[in-house]
């Protein structure tokens, strides 16, 4: 179902194709529709390696807003037509996912992941990092608290539904006014190797056993290549460049 669904709904622009949820995945596109289904089944089968056997599974909630097509229902992380194709408003429309719907996808996910891996417990985390843009018809401001706070709700409501689900709080240690915002960059979204190093120590600290007092002091954020942030893409960012 899922490799037919992605033959079906890929966009193509000029001699180019885009996997429709991974619509970055590869910067200059795919030759073909044909190279698409082979980058997403060789990812899949990753995906399908990690779920079955991983011991923990971490998963950081990150966005509530969304793209869903009225023909099917399928949901894309970006709207059709930003990095490719073309938008058709008959087709697609936004959502901005609410505490009810978010709580049913992620319970959802939980219960078929413990049914292929029953020995497998969950950390949950909070993106800290805040949207740079939205596109509700509100200040991005605004609308990042909303998507934080229903992503941090749903959060504690899977630890409370389920026994083998932690949640462990990134969100609340770097985004914390004890803080004074010393431990985001000057453009006040990227994390600081300060606030990576102090969560992470934090981490080591109450999920490794028998941690050694300096494990995590030396842990170090590298944002890529010669330490260019710019190369970590973001949805938002995308969709902020394309409105513009």
């Not at 002091?217 to 330490?227: C, T």
């Amino acid at each position: 179902g899922i490799a037919y669904q992605a033959r079906k709904t890929v966009r193509t622009d000029g001699t180019t194709s885009v996997d429709p949820w991974r619509q970055q995945v590869e910067p200059d596109g795919f030759v073909s529709p044909e190279d698409v289904m082979a980058a997403r089944s060789e990812h899949l089968k990753y995906v399908k390696n990690a779920f079955e056997n991983c011991d923990i599974f971490v998963f950081t909630l990150g966005l509530t807003e969304a793209w869903v097509s009225q023909v099917d229902g399928t949901v894309f992380p970006l709207a059709p037509g930003v990095v490719a194709g073309e938008f058709d408003k008959e087709k697609f429309k936004f959502i901005n996912f609410n505490v009810d719907q978010t709580a049913k996808e992620m319970s959802e996910f939980l219960t078929k992941l413990k049914k292929v891996n029953e020995n497998v417990k969950c950390v949950l985390t909070v993106s800290p990092v805040p949207l740079i843009a939205t596109y509700e018809n509100q200040h991005v401001l605004t609308a990042n608290t909303y998507s934080k706070s229903v992503l941090r709700v749903v959060g504690e409501m899977m630890t409370q539904r389920f026994d083998w689900v932690d949640y462990f709080p990134s969100y609340e240690i770097i985004t914390g006014g004890y803080s004074a915002g010393m431990y985001y960059e000057q453009d006040f979204r990227e994390i600081n190797p300060i606030g990576v190093s102090h969560a992470m120590r934090c981490f080591f600290r109450h999920y490794i056993e028998n941690p050694d007092e300096n494990t995590g002091n030396d842990f170090v954020f590298e944002p890529g290549e010669n330490g260019n942030k710019s190369a970590v893409i973001c949805d938002e960012a995308v969709m902020e460049a394309a409105r513009k």
